[in-house]
Nanobody
Framework: QVQLVESGGGLVQAGGSLRLSCAAS????????MGWFRQAPGKEREFVST????????YYADSVKGRFTISRDNAKNTIYLQMNSLKPEDTAVYYC?????????????????WGQGTQVTVSS
């Protein structure tokens, strides 16, 4: 089994930055693609960003492109999401997920394991 634990969420003013972390245990993530998704109140879970097993390939939702950066440290079994220039519409619970493939994907059903989420609130 894989456990994913997100951290780094919080309350920030618009224009500010946060760095989310997702630490994995129970399995090494070095062979697997990982992703970040988010869910705002009353809305469906949506894709944010994904990264291939090696970190050489990344992909972003248009809404965060140029503001968010996904990265990974396989030695630490951890992935990150650096979020800059935050907007109120970025407010959501952010989830990390692991895909049982090295190739990244932008759809939630492609991922087998999920964390419990971390709240990000951006005030205007």
């Amino acid at each position: 089994q894989v456990q994913l634990v997100e951290s780094g969420g919080g309350l920030v003013q618009a224009g500010g930055s946060l760095r989310l972390s997702c630490a994995a245990s129970g399995r090494t993530i070095s062979s697997y693609a990982m992703g970040w998704f988010r869910q705002a109140p009353g809305k469906e879970r949506e894709f944010v960003s994904t990264i291939s097993w090696s970190g050489s390939s990344t992909y972003y939702a248009d809404s965060v492109k140029g503001r968010f950066t996904i990265s990974r440290d396989n030695a630490k079994n951890t992935i990150y999401l650096q979020m800059n220039s935050l907007k109120p519409e970025d407010t959501a619970v952010y989830y990390c997920a692991l895909r049982l493939s090295g190739v990244y994907a932008a759809t939630a059903p492609a991922y087998a394991y999920w964390g419990q989420g971390t709240q990000v609130t951006v005030s205007s």
